[in-house]
Each structure stands twice: as C-alpha cells, then as structure tokens.
C-alpha cells in the first residue's frame, strides 16, 4: 500500500527571479528533477502532493496540512543551518520526512564540525584550520600544499583553480577573497594528492550498507585538475566518472565511508567523499545526507546505475528506510 507523499524543494528558477545569482543558487534543483522524483515516486505506488520551498512548508503546515511522509531534498538558502531549517519544521510539527534531523543537516554542512566527528570517531581526515578573520590566517599550522574552501558550501563554491596552495602568500590571498565573498569561515585543510571517491550509501544506522563507489577525476585536457564549481557545472565535459575497481583500496575506500556515515549519524541515503593522501590512504573529505537526485547528472543516481539499481528502487529504498524507522506504511 502506498504513502501520501508531500514534496520540499529548492528550484533555481524560483530563486533566480528573486535576483539571486546562478552561483548563488547552485545547490538547489531543477525542475527535471522534482518531476523525475514525483514520477518515480508514483510509479511505486504512492500518491504525491507538491509542496515547495520552506517558505511554502510554512504556510501549508500553519493551515493545517499534513502528509504520513515528506520527501525533503531542500537545502535552504542562508546560514550554515540552512539544510536543518525543512526538517525542523517537520518535527515542530510532527510531520514524518526522509534523510537526516536537524542536527546532522546543520553538524554535516559546516564541513568544519564534521571533520571533528569523524576525527573524534578515529577515522582519517587531513589535518585543517579553520580561518575565521584574516588575524587567523597566520596560525595555520600546517604542512604545504594546502586547500581552502568555504566551510559550509556544497556544488564546489568557492572552490576554483586557485584552491590549491604552494605557499603562505597564497593562503592569505585566497582566504581574504573567500572571508569577502562568502562571509563564512574557510575551512583550510592539507592538500590530498590521491585519487577521488564518491560512496554511495543506503539506510540508516546497523542497517546503513554501501551501494557502491564511483572513481572522479578531471579530464587530461581540463587546465586544473581541481573539482571546482566550475568543474562541476560542465561535468559533461570535463569530468570523467567510473565505477571504483574491485580490490583492496576499494574495500578500504568503502569501510571508511560507511564508517563516516555512521559516526555522523546519517539517515535513509547519502554520499560520502573520499581521497587518497600522500601515501594513497583514504582519508574523509566530507559527506551529503541531502544527495543530488537529478536522474543522470547526480552522483548518487549515477551510482545506483552502474550497479544496477534502477531510479525507481533508489528512491523506494530511500522511502523504504524511513517508513521502516518511523514505523509508517509499508515502505516501498
């Protein structure tokens, strides 16, 4: 028996008529992809009702209305608590909602705080500095090279050709520009040379498992071989994706997201980043518990399909998971 489904998004078009830049809106869906999931979701037996962005949750919730379940992909629009703002709602009401509470949402974007807890958690992360005024520029105490990036972006911004650094007179340079650009803190990390991973993952706690691993790297012909914003918007292009080789580092790769994942307390789905240091060891980079759903162009479905996962299933697993952890329905 299906669900009653309520639907919260972020399209980019509603915000770009506001005047808000296309950077500025990254993060936030397309209109393809809020159809694909409504359709999937249908075509799994449940019934649908689109609700919109926050701001819409808000009055629909202060009329009245109620749904057994959302599916929330919002990310919200300003502050580092922006992705907790949907699901705070939901529990100030009591409203059901798939992926992770308000406090993963918030401790997950501020790549910062989650460092912390998988380093507290004893798994592998290269050592960082926050930068929250230029005075703190000078105490980073690290070993060159060094990368720095908004703390609590998502969509590489922030991050250009200019992220890696060789030396001390870069670091200051680019964490000005960044303190000017994003008003947030810069989260400055020792550069990983290694390969890139991106692990998909299913469920929630003991019952969370891998779906599988997807190798990234950038093109030979593409200028710097940084995952930018840039980089990420012509993926097509630029970026080459390939199913993670079985073998030894895969395993490695795999075991530390799962473990990451469940540090971090992740709910239903998410996806977890992984690279390699000096020596190839995989260390943590940071992790989505709000993973990108466009059907082809989203590392999570495009994981899904390289292992056989239809569109359909990954989203009945995702409502699957918090059917079965909120007690509700029958699942997917």
């Known amino acids: 028996m299906g669900l009653a489904i309520g639907l919260v998004y972020d399209l980019r078009k509603d915000y770009l008529a506001e005047g808000y830049s296309a950077e500025q809106v990254a993060e936030f869906d397309v209109e393809e992809t809020i159809d694909a999931i409504e359709a999937a979701l249908r075509s799994l037996g449940h019934a649908t009702q689109r609700i919109g962005n926050a701001r819409a949750l808000c009055a629909a919730l202060v009329a009245g209305r109620r749904w057994p379940l959302v599916f929330n992909v919002a990310e919200g629009l300003a502050g580092r608590s922006r992705e907790a ?17 308000p ?27 926050v930068v929250r005024e230029e005075a703190d520029i000078a105490a980073a105490d690290l070993k060159l090279p060094l990368f720095a990036k908004p703390v609590a972006e998502g969509t590489g911004k922030g991050i250009t050709g200019q992220s890696r650094l060789e030396s001390p007179e870069q670091l200051a340079g680019v964490c000005r520009d960044l303190l000017r650009r994003f008003a947030q803190p810069v989260l400055v990390e020792e550069f990983l040379p290694g390969r890139e991973f991106t692990v998909g993952v299913l469920g929630t706690g003991a019952e969370a498992r891998v779906l599988g691993t ?15 914003y840039e980089t990420k918007e012509r993926c097509e292009q630029w970026v080459s994706y390939a199913r993670a080789a079985p073998g030894p580092l895969r395993r490695k790769v795999e075991e530390l997201a799962l473990e990451s994942y469940r540090a971090l307390e992740c709910r239903d789905a998410g ?13 943590f980079m940071e992790v989505n518990p709000l993973p990108g759903l466009h059907p082809t162009h989203s590392d999570l479905p495009m994981i899904a399909t390289q292992e056989g996962m239809s569109y359909a299933e990954l989203l009945g697993a995702i409502v699957g998971s918090a059917a079965c952890r909120l007690g509700i329905g029958h699942g997917a």
């Open 271 to 283: 996806r977890v980043d992984i690279r390699g240091d000096r020596r190839g060891r995989p260390a």
């Open 214 to 228: 997807m190798e990234i790297a950038i093109r030979p012909q593409v200028e710097s071989a940084i995952y930018s």
């Open 85 to 101: 703002q949907v699901p705070c709602l939901l529990e100030l009401y009591g409203v059901g909602y798939t992926f992770s509470d």
């Open 103 to 129: 406090l993963v949402c918030a401790a997950t974007l501020d790549k910062s705080i989650a460092k912390r807890l998988v380093r507290d958690a004893g798994l592998p992360t290269p050592k960082f500095h």
